[in-house]
């Protein structure tokens, strides 16, 4: 099923002009050109500001500049995520889910966790800043630039213990697989939902290979939902988006047991918040919500 809103010539004119802006680059000297870019920083959370201010040791008054110039380099010259243009990634999501007090503990018992997708790696920091070794901590993506931006964003390059990890997640020949079977618990926000549902079945495989064979062993994050399951039209003309309500989801970690012979225990809910109106576009269709997830081997 494809579902496009809020008609399907309106959503592809959107489609079609952000595409372009994607493929000249033009949002490098006119960020605002796309829908989802937010030039000011209005409401950072105390949580974050205490962690800026505490974990990174920036001045008070330095704060917001310090964050909104980094993030700016970040979307002009890395790539213009939404979860950068809209400032998502100042959630921290890790601390918000069900699970994180029991993440929290884990690491610092020692188990290893992974942020996959870790864009700026910020839930690595939450975790980190509330006191989990980092020496226990991993964090993989697509585009090393993140990683090296997310030093001087955070400014602990002198004593983070992060090992960083630079892979596509769908080659099975990375560099990941020095991580086979080690992690405990691996961390996915915003993630799967970079891939169509095939795409994502392939990245859940490639997750139960990095997990500790175990049960207990724990994927979390949150990925784009809706009530009704389905297809969405990715910017890019030919590609889709897969955006799962909780049966799809458990559906899919079902498909993904049998075909691995293991056993999952799926736990996920749908947020309240309306993404569309964060993303101000109508490439993402109203009603649009985080699906936040703990899904746990048996
Ligand atoms: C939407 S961002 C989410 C980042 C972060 N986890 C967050 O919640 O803010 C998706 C991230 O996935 C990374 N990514 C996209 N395709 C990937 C792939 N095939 N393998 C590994 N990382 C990929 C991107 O570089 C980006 O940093």
């Not at 496009?4 to 802006?21: F, G, L, M, N």
């Not at 975790?127 to 030093?151: C, M, R």
């Not at 961390?187 to 169509?196: G, L, P, Q, R, T």
């Not at 392939?202 to 049960?215: G, M, T």
């Amino acid at each position: 099923m494809s579902q496009a809103a809020p008609s399907d010539a309106a959503h592809e004119k959107e489609r079609s002009a952000v595409e372009q802006i994607f493929a000249n680059k033009s949002y490098v000297d006119n960020p605002e050109l796309l829908p989802w870019y937010m030039k000011d920083l209005d409401n950072l959370k105390p949580a974050a500001r205490d962690l800026f201010e505490n974990y990174s040791k920036v001045p008070s008054n330095e704060v917001i500049p310090h964050i909104t110039k980094v993030r700016d380099q970040a979307f002009k010259t890395v790539f213009p995520y939404p979860c950068l243009g809209n400032w998502g990634f100042l959630d921290f999501s890790i601390g918000e889910s069900q699970a994180y007090d029991e993440v929290l503990g884990r690491v610092k018992n020692g188990e290893k966790l992974l942020d996959l997708g870790c864009c700026m790696g910020q839930d690595i920091r939450k975790i980190v800043s509330d006191g989990a070794p980092s020496e226990n901590t991993y964090a993989s993506d697509l585009k090393q630039e993140f990683w090296d931006i997310s030093l001087d964003l955070f400014l602990d390059k002198s004593t983070l213990k992060t090992t960083f990890i630079q892979a596509d997640v769908l080659d099975d020949d990375s560099k990941l697989a020095q991580l086979d079977a080690k992690i405990n618990i691996i961390y996915a926000s915003s993630f799967f939902h970079v891939f169509d549902y095939e795409g994502q079945v392939q990245v859940a495989k490639r997750v139960v290979k990095l997990l500790k064979p175990e049960s207990g062993s724990l994927v979390l994050g949150r990925s784009g939902g809706k009530g009704e399951a389905g297809d969405f039209t990715h910017v890019k003309k030919d590609l889709k988006s897969y955006w799962h309500n909780a049966e799809s989801w458990t559906k899919l970690w079902e498909r993904v047991g049998e075909e691995t012979g293991t056993q999952w225990k799926v736990d996920a809910f749908l947020g309240d918040e309306d993404l569309a109106k964060r993303m101000r576009s109508n490439l993402v269709p109203a009603g649009t919500r985080f699906l936040t997830f703990v899904v746990r081997r048996v």
